[in-house]
């Protein structure tokens, strides 16, 4: 149970991995055409590229104990799935956006099973001792 969660999260953090890396490289240039962005929009994107990567270092530091990080990670995993909210209100209210970002709305919006997965580990953690 802790092996599988545990590889689950070190996949899903590649995500937020590439998504920071290219978005602070690349800003808002990498999603439209570059005569199109404007400094406000760019500054905004490549800043919040900085918190997937904040938030992929968070996720690599509490996944050796991720049973014994109940709080940590609920707080990212509501933080993450919050944004999943933002995306999906975007969604309904402009129109749906390429599919990679489909995707994301997708996982972010299954989060709250991930909590139910951790949650069931910490009680199985706390009741054998280990």
Do not use: C
């Not at 995500?15 to 406000?40: S, W």
Request: net charge positive; hydrophobic share 55%; charged share 10%.
């Amino acid at each position: 149970m802790k092996r599988g969660l545990q590889i689950f999260l070190a996949v899903f953090s590649l995500a937020p991995l590439y998504f920071g890396i290219t978005g602070i490289l690349f800003g808002a240039a990498g999603l439209m055409p570059a005569d199109d962005v404007i400094p406000e929009i760019d500054s905004q994107f490549r800043y919040l590229s900085g918190f997937y990567l904040g938030f992929t270092a968070i996720i690599w530091w509490f996944i050796p104990n991720i049973d014994r990080h109940i709080w940590l990670f609920r707080f990212v995993t509501l933080a993450i799935f919050l944004g999943g909210l933002a995306r999906l209100h975007s969604y309904l209210t402009v129109g749906a956006p390429a599919p990679e970002m489909m995707a994301g709305i997708g996982i972010e919006m299954a989060l709250p099973l991930v909590i139910i997965w951790q949650t069931a580990l910490a009680r199985k953690t706390a009741r054998s001792g280990v």
